[in-house]
């Protein structure tokens, strides 16, 4: 297959990018990298199946060869990038998505939407299952993010119906490992560089706030099986990728710290406007449809992670960026 991967320079697109060459396809990746980075695949390039497009997708697409796939993953996913770039997270989300589903349309490609687990907002019911329509706030500072996707979800499900384009939706929640940016604001990142780095690791609220982790690799996992999975009428409907293993912040904070051996304090914060109160994933249907569940452990995983962002930290010239938390009612809006 020949699968376009929007966004195909950040976190995960990177790795799918490499799980997909991996399984002999070609892949062509589109990036304005305004949060992705040629670093994530400098390793790619010159490889015989891989392309590297640097472009706006919320601009007209235009692609000369034959597309089996189009992979929509461009967006700003953190809330530091989406609180700061409101605009672009919109765009992205809704031009973005239409010029992405009007390829595959034009291509006979199948498709598929990066969504999320913030399309539930603050949820009202834990797990969280596909069929739950969520608790979001439109117009509060992470609606930007929220409701691109959710119309984003809208629109893939509308060529589905109307043009009958052969559409895939995943629900992404918390995914970290390799290749995360440490500046970020993630929990994950922003508590790995913060302990490495001897600073305090910022907690948000009391810490009671549930997160579930998934690994990068099994995330990845996930996805591809629901790319290469056969055309069926329950296969168009969102499937929610993540992992069920429920953890408080406060415990996350704390599993850092020990596997780290870091002597860093915890300290505390104000909670951000609409944080979650809980986010766990029922992925019944992933594993029913998919044959799918996460394999990782967590506590293996947040080493290998540990390793990456130490490697990182290590490098000559490394410019040792200070980890920053989700920004809050003070995030600068940036014009476009």
Not at 27 to 40: P, Y
Not at 46 to 74: C, K, N, Q, W
Not at 288 to 294: K, R, T, V
Request: proline share 6%.
């Amino acid at each position: 297959m020949r699968i376009v991967i929007t966004g195909g320079a950040g976190f995960l697109g990177s790795h799918l990018c490499d799980n997909l060459l991996a399984r002999g396809h070609h892949v062509v990746c589109l990036d304005n990298l305004i949060t992705g980075s040629v670093a994530n695949i400098a390793h790619l390039m010159g490889h015989e199946r891989f392309r590297f497009v640097r472009h706006d997708v919320t601009e007209y697409i235009f692609l000369s060869e034959p597309v089996d796939a189009v992979m929509h993953f461009a967006s700003p996913a953190s809330p530091r990038d989406y609180l700061e770039l409101p605009i672009q997270t919109l765009k992205v989300g809704a031009l973005g998505t239409h010029k992405t589903l009007g390829l595959a349309k034009n291509k006979h490609a199948r498709f598929l939407l990066a969504s999320t687990s913030e399309t539930y907002g603050d949820p009202l019911v834990n797990p969280q299952p596909e069929t739950y329509w969520g608790n979001v706030n439109p117009i509060g500072l992470r609606g930007v993010y929220d409701e691109a996707k959710r119309f984003a979800e809208a629109l893939t499900m509308a060529y589905c119906r109307y043009h009958g384009v052969d559409t895939r939706i995943v629900r992404i929640f918390n995914t970290y490992g390799p290749r995360m940016r440490p500046h970020d604001g993630r929990v994950v990142s922003n508590f790995v560089m913060q302990a490495l780095l001897g600073e305090p690791l910022t907690v948000y609220g009391t810490g009671s706030q549930t997160r579930s982790f998934c690994y990068v690799d099994d995330e990845i996992e996930g996805i591809v099986r629901l790319l290469l999975a056969s055309d069926s009428e329950d296969i168009h409907l969102p499937i929610n990728v993540g992992n069920p293993r429920e953890l408080t912040v406060l415990e996350i904070a704390e599993m850092v710290l020990r596997l780290t051996g870091s002597a860093s304090r915890i300290e505390y914060r104000e909670l951000p406007e609409d944080d979650p109160k809980v986010r766990r994933p029922d992925i019944t249907r992933a594993q029913c449809i998919l044959g799918w569940e996460p394999r990782v452990d967590l506590e293996d995983g947040i080493g290998r992670t540990i390793e990456f962002f130490r490697n990182a930290v290590a490098e000559p010239g490394s410019d040792r960026p200070a980890p920053r938390g989700p920004a809050s009612g003070n995030a600068t809006g940036k014009k476009k």
